[in-house]
T-cell receptor, first 114, second 111 residues
Framework: DSGVTQTPKHLITATGQRVTLRCSPR?????VYWYQQSLDQGLQFLIQ???????AKGNILERFSAQQFPDLHSELNLSSLELGDSALYFC?????????????FGNGTRLTVT | DAKTTQPNSMESNEEEPVHLPCNHS???????IHWYRQLPSQGPEYVIH???SNVNNRMASLAIAEDRKSSTLILHRATLRDAAVYYC????????????FGTGTSLTVIP
């Protein structure tokens, strides 16, 4: 158990809809990362927050947004969903925003868009 | 971000050592070498990391070449539970919090 909790585990929704994925980092971890993993793309970095502030952006679509709250949990909002957004979405956390700080991943939210 | 190159797949017999190679010829002096693995239907799991010296922990050993252009993850006795995709990643203090994953090495353990 990594200590990172993601909810829900599974989500099925229709095209055009909006969903929110939630992540609770390990106790004491200040940094949260979001990744998308689809069959043909591998793990794609989306965005990182550190202590409530956005620190880095990767290949995140404009239809997607995220935030980290004062209690350090994070939410990833996906809107105007398309079939191609179906994927596993992983959250990871690390204690510090440093290169030698390991990432700890949750078990993901599987999103299916129909 | 500095790139890493890993074989797409490897096989190992159960209870034998496994050496998973990673090339990172463009590594910078401040890049840390991280290894993660992903078991089927799970999130990636941290394995080990290092900067210059070899590292050991309960899961594995990391051997880093003297010029740091390559590294090897060593599983001392492969078990069926070690079957996973192994990712070698470089993380740079200056450029990087993005933590980009490549395609990794898919390890098959043969009973």
């Amino acid at each position: 158990d990594s200590g990172v909790t993601q909810t829900p585990k599974h989500l099925i929704t229709a095209t055009g809809q909006r969903v929110t994925l939630r992540c609770s980092p390990r106790s004491g971890d200040l940094s949260v990362y979001w990744y998308q993993q689809s069959l043909d793309q591998g793990l794609q970095f989306l965005i990182q927050y550190y202590n409530g502030e956005e620190r880095a952006k990767g290949n995140i679509l404009e239809r997607f947004s995220a935030q980290q709250f004062p209690d350090l949990h994070s939410e990833l909002n996906l809107s105007s969903l398309e079939l191609g957004d179906s994927a596993l979405y992983f959250c990871a956390s690390s204690a510090r925003d440093r290169a030698n700080s390991p990432l700890h991943f949750g078990n993901g939210t599987r999103l299916t868009v129909t | 971000d500095a790139k890493t190159t890993q074989p797409n797949s490897m096989e190992s017999n159960e209870e034998e050592p496994v050496h998973l190679p990673c090339n990172h010829s463009t590594i910078s002096g401040t890049d840390y070498i991280h290894w993660y693995r992903q078991l089927p239907s799970q999130g990636p799991e941290y394995v080990i990391h290092g900067l210059t010296s070899n590292v050991n922990n309960r899961m594995a050993s990391l051997a880093i070449a003297e010029d740091r252009k390559s590294s090897t993850l060593i599983l001392h006795r492969a078990t069926l539970r070690d079957a996973a995709v192994y990712y070698c990643i470089l993380r740079d203090v200056d450029t990087g919090n993005q933590f980009y994953f490549g395609t990794g090495t898919s390890l098959t353990v043969i009973p």
